[in-house]
């Protein structure tokens, strides 16, 4: 009953609002119509938000975020959205209304409930693609659709296809190595936070392009025409105003159309619509270079900021490969305990996300002891979740050893959703997973790296920014010279 009054008012509202609007905009002289609609927007609204007709009414948050989703706005362009939320679950507990039709949980049972369990939620309309053509997979809402594309997307992060990728991506690294040295030599210092993106690009367009998405290749032109910037600002504005902008300037570069994507459907597989190539293009360019560039940051920061790790990491290194022979037996990487303990750790703490959204289903929701209403967006805050002191003791400490047990490296040990979870998860994390691995070797085993006087670990870790893409605000400069021991 008390379900049904509160959509009943939510409806009169939005009924106002609507009959104010076109009655003010098809008749120009009635210009009293105009306040008419601020009042409604300014007073109705915001009384109907807080008061116990709306169906969000008994869950706790903070006042103006239950009013409007202007504050959340404000965090988003800040880049501070993640740790807004982490802040209201420190107040208020495990449920928050974040906004007028936001609900943020944080438990086992939620991340279950929402993203991994066979009823998991469908996403969001923040993943609508708006006025960009196509239809491309990370937009895709609805499961049963979404587990169609998939399949098509699967068949390009098989062991096969993976173990294919590792020509290119030593290739790239290697390029990363041979610029490392030369910036460093000619400036006396190299800036990771500018550099690693670029080979993060570069990697993808070796990987999936065959190098045709963009030339020359962002190392060797020292990203002239910030491809990386307009990029990332993409990734963020999605996020921001929830949709994408329409046309990618790496789109214009595209010979049109990824090597997997365009393979045909053998098999009787289905076969990606040719109109869906430039979306899942950019997905790919975009989702695959971004994510894994932070990352990559996130894990040089973390040695910078933890040095016997360095060392850890390369008696293990060093006593199982030669130097000159690790890309011989990059399947070895998969084995070592602590490097992929050392990147799970990074995966935790390098995720300044704020949250996954997804919408409730007709017949609502029962998590965290509480009945959410349909309709209601909710989401697990990622990173109030990699923090919780409940799964991960002295959670802000960078401690991969947590990943380790019985001297065995277990990946499951804690759920982390650094990739999502459940039907909508990442389809590229294994390929994630062996980039970082190929990284990491590879610059501890050849390269010795020095952070500049003005290293500062805490100022450093205090300037990171998420709005989907991860800013960093503070440079992170090395001075690099070859292994010398
Ligand atoms: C460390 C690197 C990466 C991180 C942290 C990451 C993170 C994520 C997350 C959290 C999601 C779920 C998004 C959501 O539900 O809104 C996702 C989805 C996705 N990621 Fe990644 N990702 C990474 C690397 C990659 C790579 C290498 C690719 C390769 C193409 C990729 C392609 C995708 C795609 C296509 C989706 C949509 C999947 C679907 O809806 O089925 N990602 N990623």
């Given at each position: 009953?008390?379900?049904n009054?509160?959509?009943?008012?939510?409806?009169?509202?939005?009924?106002?609002?609507?009959?104010?609007?076109?009655?003010?905009?098809?008749?120009?002289?009635?210009?009293?119509?105009?306040?008419?609609?601020v009042?409604?927007?300014?007073?109705?609204?915001?009384?109907?938000?807080?008061?116990?007709?709306?169906?969000?009414?008994?869950?706790?948050?903070?006042?103006?975020?239950?009013?409007?989703?202007?504050?959340?706005?404000?965090?988003?362009?800040?880049?501070?959205?993640?740790?807004?939320?982490?802040?209201?679950?420190?107040?208020?507990?495990?449920?928050?209304?974040?906004?007028?039709?936001?609900?943020?949980?944080?438990?086992?049972?939620?991340?279950?409930?929402?993203?991994?369990?066979?009823?998991?939620?469908?996403?969001?309309?923040?993943?609508?693609?708006?006025?960009?053509?196509?239809?491309?997979?990370?937009?895709?809402?609805?499961?049963?659709?979404?587990?169609?594309r998939?399949?098509?997307?699967?068949?390009?992060?098989?062991?096969?296809?993976?173990?294919?990728?590792?020509?290119p991506?030593?290739?790239?690294?290697?390029?990363?190595?041979?610029?490392?040295?030369?910036?460093s030599?000619?400036?006396?210092?190299?800036?990771?936070?500018?550099?690693?993106?670029?080979?993060?690009?570069?990697?993808?367009?070796?990987?999936?392009?065959?190098?045709?998405?963009?030339?020359?290749?962002?190392l060797?032109?020292?990203?002239?025409?910030?491809?990386?910037?307009?990029?990332?600002?993409?990734?963020?504005?999605?996020?921001?105003?929830?949709h994408?902008?329409?046309?990618?300037?790496?789109?214009?570069?595209?010979?049109?159309?990824?090597?997997?994507?365009?393979?045909?459907?053998?098999?009787?597989?289905p076969?990606?619509?040719?109109?869906?190539?430039?979306?899942?293009?950019?997905?790919?360019?975009?989702?695959?270079?971004?994510?894994?560039?932070?990352?990559?940051?996130?894990?040089?920061?973390?040695?910078?900021?933890?040095?016997?790790?360095?060392?850890?990491?390369?008696?293990?290194?060093?006593?199982?490969?030669?130097?000159?022979?690790?890309?011989?037996?990059?399947?070895?990487?998969?084995?070592?305990v602590?490097?992929?303990?050392?990147?799970?750790?990074?995966?935790?703490?390098?995720?300044?996300?704020?949250g996954?959204?997804?919408?409730?289903?007709?017949?609502?929701?029962?998590?965290?002891?509480?009945?959410?209403?349909?309709?209601t967006?909710?989401?697990?805050?990622?990173?109030?979740?990699?923090?919780?002191?409940?799964?991960?003791?002295?959670?802000?400490?960078?401690?991969?050893?947590?990943?380790?047990?019985?001297?065995?490296?277990?990946?499951?040990?804690?759920?982390?959703l650094?990739?999502?979870?459940?039907?909508?998860?990442?389809?590229g994390?294994?390929?994630?997973?062996?980039?970082?691995?190929?990284?990491?070797?590879?610059?501890?085993?050849?390269?010795?790296?020095?952070?500049t006087?003005?290293?500062?670990?805490?100022?450093?870790?205090?300037?990171?920014?998420?709005?989907?893409?991860?800013?960093?605000?503070?440079?992170?400069?090395v001075?690099?010279?070859?292994?010398?021991h």
């Open positions: 009953m008390a379900q009054l509160s959509e009943y008012c939510g409806a009169v509202i939005r009924s106002i609002i609507g009959i104010a609007l076109a009655l003010s905009i098809c008749n120009a002289g009635l210009i009293a119509y105009v306040p008419l609609v009042v409604t927007i300014l007073i109705v609204v915001p009384i109907y938000r807080l008061s116990p007709l709306h169906p969000l009414y008994g869950f706790p948050g903070p006042v103006l975020y239950r009013i409007s989703e202007l504050p959340m706005f404000y965090h988003a362009l800040r880049g501070t959205r993640h740790l807004a939320v982490k802040r209201f679950h420190d107040s208020y507990g495990s449920i928050v209304r974040t906004g007028p039709n936001t609900v943020s949980l944080t438990s086992m049972d939620a991340i279950r409930q929402i993203y991994t369990s066979s009823h998991a939620l469908n996403k969001t309309t923040a993943y609508d693609m708006h006025s960009i053509k196509g239809e491309g997979l990370f937009f895709i809402k609805d499961k049963a659709t979404h587990v169609r998939r399949r098509i997307w699967n068949r390009s992060f098989s062991e096969e296809a993976l173990s294919g990728y590792r020509g991506m030593v290739s790239q690294i290697q390029n990363l190595m041979h610029w490392l040295l030369k910036r030599e000619q400036d006396g210092k190299v800036d990771l936070v500018r550099i690693i993106p670029q080979y993060a690009y570069d990697s993808t367009n070796a990987v999936f392009f065959s190098g045709h998405a963009f030339s020359p290749s962002l060797d032109s020292d990203d002239a025409e910030h491809i990386v910037a307009e990029a990332s600002g993409y990734f963020a504005a999605f996020e921001f105003l929830g994408a902008q329409t046309i990618f300037p790496i789109l214009k570069r595209l010979p049109g159309i990824s090597r997997f994507l365009n393979s045909r459907g053998d098999g009787g597989q076969k990606l619509p040719y109109n869906d190539l430039p979306i899942e293009s950019e997905t790919v360019l975009i989702g695959a270079s971004d994510t894994v560039g932070t990352m990559a940051i996130f894990a040089m920061y973390f040695l910078l900021a933890n040095p016997k790790w360095v060392e850890i990491l390369r008696q293990e290194l060093d006593s199982t490969f030669h130097r000159d022979s690790i890309n011989d037996h990059l399947d070895v990487l998969d084995k070592l602590l490097l992929n303990a050392f990147i799970q750790e990074t995966f935790r703490l390098g995720m300044a996300f704020p996954l959204p997804r919408i409730v289903p007709p017949d609502g929701l029962f998590v965290n002891g509480r009945y959410i209403p349909k309709d967006c909710v989401n697990v805050p990622v990173w109030t979740h990699h923090v919780d002191e409940t799964y991960y003791p002295d959670a802000y400490t960078f401690d991969p050893t947590r990943w380790i047990k019985d001297g065995t490296y277990s990946r499951s040990a804690h759920v982390i650094t990739f999502g979870g459940g039907a909508f998860n990442c389809v994390s294994k390929l994630a997973y062996a980039q970082l691995r190929i990284f990491l070797a590879n610059l501890l085993m050849h390269l010795d790296f020095t952070a006087s003005n290293f500062d670990a805490a100022r450093f870790w205090n300037g990171v920014r998420n709005c989907r893409a991860t800013s960093f605000l503070e440079p992170l400069c001075r690099v010279v070859p292994r010398k």
